[in-house]
């Protein structure tokens, strides 16, 4: 078995706000994600890894599984 990780990033980061703008999160959160379409979601899951998926403000990217602990 392997664990499914995206990561989120802004298309256009603040250049006056340092904080980290990208973030990891697992294929349960893309599933609960209210703001984006079941077609959308559907379109995110069917990426290979390696793959990327552009919105509007962001970008998602599915990185390598990794085996489950």
């Not at 077609?39 to 793959?51: N, T």
Request: aromatic content about 4%; hydrophobic content about 35%.
């Amino acid at each position: 078995m392997t664990t499914t990780t995206y990561e989120i990033s802004l298309i256009l980061p603040d250049p006056h706000d340092p904080r980290p703008r990208s973030i990891q999160v697992s294929a349960a959160y893309i599933d609960n994600e209210k703001d984006l379409s079941p077609a959308q979601k559907a379109a995110i899951r069917a990426l290979p890894p390696g793959g990327v998926w552009t919105g509007r403000a962001i970008q998602i990217k599915r990185l390598a599984d990794k085996p489950k602990a």
